[in-house]
């Protein structure tokens, strides 16, 4: 096989490198991307497309199993839906397809040259890259390592049989009756909710005090008042010891230290996410580490001149916007550009029931940097929109410096609120002040109007509450 000689070459085609290729291809760059899976990574594969997929038809299925039991204040009755999973996923099958041609179509658009397999750096400029028809020798002037994250493995209770992670959830043709999810973070709460709204029996298992503890106590209260209504149980404080010898049982240490034995089904263990940064060669290169992951200067430029890394495998936050936004800089950077990371903040989304959003600094964030701050909180059981679709969970919140008002961060909870996250991280970007929201026509009704509420009581104008 025939050497390729290129100024970029990108490792793999997860949302940082494959918006990397398309940018340097759109820029004139003679551009290689090598993937070993399916376009699109982790989050097109087996991540926020078909999680969310699947969140929609469970949602779409539990509210008409709520129309159905007569209990709606709406006047509408049906019958008693079914959930053929086994269809659901294949519909969800067909956007991934759709999606992954989408993705090879822009690469190839853009005239990158994809390359199917495995790579492995020989050294800093050479990578080999095992393909269907032999090896591939490729040559290049710069590498962007995107090779994105793997989920973390529990020692005591490692994959395989009823133990699965997110990718064998997002792939279940049948609802398990019982299912424990260990793990209260993104990914346990966002499919745990889905199982539950399907007809599982939901116990979620979170070493932490509370469920979702990287977002303050407040935000989380009504995603955790919601997991109960859906009849979820979360044992907080706990900790999976393993697999009871019989099988078909988790052992769990509980909060006040007692053990508890948890008959599952499927046991789907969702406690973060590691690095991808094995069995590509890391050890043929000197790339300064930070932790698990590959340290990057503001320009995702690693200790190695000509090597860069984007994405989860340079670490928190791991988010597929974020490996998006250095992919599409480290591109321009690479065509000569002036560019470096000046992103005010990265917004984060929860696909909880309700949804969480946060953009910039909390309340105790702020204050912890030493600024006086004015907060202003809005709740949805005074917004109309909010009350006509049966929303009134939920808040969304401003905080900003007292002394100029520039807005330092938003947070939201409740139902919808994912779509707000756009207006949320504009706000910040462009350095908004309280008084720029205020002073925004918000349409009427709509729950975005919480936002610019949210503004006026942070300014003491407050009209609707
Ligand atoms: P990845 O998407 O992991 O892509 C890396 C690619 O590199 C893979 O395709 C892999 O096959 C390839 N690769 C690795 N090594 C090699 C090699 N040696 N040779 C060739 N190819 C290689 N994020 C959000 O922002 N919103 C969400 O709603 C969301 N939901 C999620 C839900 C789930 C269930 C999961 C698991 C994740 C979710 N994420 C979400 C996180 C998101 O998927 C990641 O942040 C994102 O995919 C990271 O992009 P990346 O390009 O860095 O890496
Ligand atoms: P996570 O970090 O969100 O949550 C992991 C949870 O597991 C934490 O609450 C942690 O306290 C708990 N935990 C850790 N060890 C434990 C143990 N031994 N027993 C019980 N609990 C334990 O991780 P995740 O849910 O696996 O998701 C991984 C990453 O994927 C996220 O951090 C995020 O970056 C990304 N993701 C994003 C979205 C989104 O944007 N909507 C959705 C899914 C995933």
């Not at 756009?422 to 002073?439: S, T």
Request: hydrophobic share 45%.
């Amino acid at each position: 096989m025939k050497d390729i000689s290129c100024k970029l070459l990108v490792i793999g085609a997860g949302p940082g490198g494959y918006v990397c290729a398309i940018r340097a291809g759109q820029l004139g760059i003679d551009t290689v991307i090598v993937e070993a899976g399916k376009p699109g990574g982790t989050c097109l594969n087996v991540g926020c497309i078909p999680s969310k997929a699947l969140i929609h038809a469970a949602e779409e299925y539990d509210r008409i199993v709520h129309l159905a039991n007569g209990r709606n204040p709406l006047g509408i009755r049906t019958t008693k839906p079914e959930l053929d999973l086994s269809q659901t996923i294949a519909w969800k099958d067909v956007i991934v397809g759709r999606l992954n041609s989408g993705v090879s179509g822009l690469l190839k658009k853009a005239k990158v040259k994809i390359v199917q397999g495995h790579a492995r750096f020989r050294d800093g400029k050479t990578v080999e890259v095992e393909t269907e028809t032999g090896r591939q020798i490729i040559r290049a002037e710069n590498v962007v390592i995107a090779t994105g994250s793997a989920p973390v493995e529990l020692p005591n209770l490692p994959f395989g049989g009823p133990v699965i992670s997110s990718t064998e959830a997002l792939a279940l043709t049948s609802v398990p009756e019982r299912l424990v999810v260990v793990g209260g973070g993104y990914i346990g709460l966002e499919l745990g909710t889905a199982f539950a709204k399907m007809g599982a029996k939901v116990t979620v298992v979170e070493a932490q005090p509370r469920i979702l503890p990287q977002y303050d106590a407040e935000l989380t209260r009504p995603v955790a008042k919601r997991l109960q209504a859906l009849g979820i149980e979360v044992m907080t404080g706990a900790k999976a010891m393993g697999l009871a010898k019989a099988g078909g049982t988790l052992l769990v240490e509980a909060g006040d230290g007692s053990e508890k034995s948890l008959a599952a089904d499927k046991i789907l263990v969702t406690v973060g996410r590691r690095p991808v940064t094995q069995e590509w060669g890391l050890d043929e290169l000197v790339l300064d580490m930070d932790g698990p992951f590959i340290r990057i200067d503001e320009r995702c430029q690693t200790s190695m001149r000509g090597i860069y890394a984007i994405g989860d495998v340079t670490g928190e936050p791991m988010l597929a916007h974020r490996a998006m936004a250095q992919g599409e800089m480290t591109a321009e950077i690479i065509a000569g550009h002036k560019r470096a990371w000046d992103k005010r903040s990265i917004p984060a989304v929860c696909f909880t029931d309700p949804e969480v959003v946060t953009v910039g600094l909390s309340p105790e964030d702020a204050r912890r940097t030493e600024v006086d701050v004015k907060v202003g909180q809005f709740p949805f059981s005074a917004n109309g929109r909010a009350m006509t679709k049966l929303a009134e969970d939920g808040f969304i919140r401003a905080v900003a410096r007292a002394d100029n008002h520039l807005v330092l961060g938003i947070q939201a909870v409740g139902q919808g609120v994912s779509e707000l996250a756009a207006a949320f991280v504009l706000a910040l970007e462009m350095g908004a002040r309280l008084e720029d929201i205020a002073g925004t026509i918000h349409a009427h009704p709509t729950q975005g109007e919480a936002f610019q509420e949210a503004t006026l009581k942070a300014l003491g104008q407050e009209l609707h509450i």
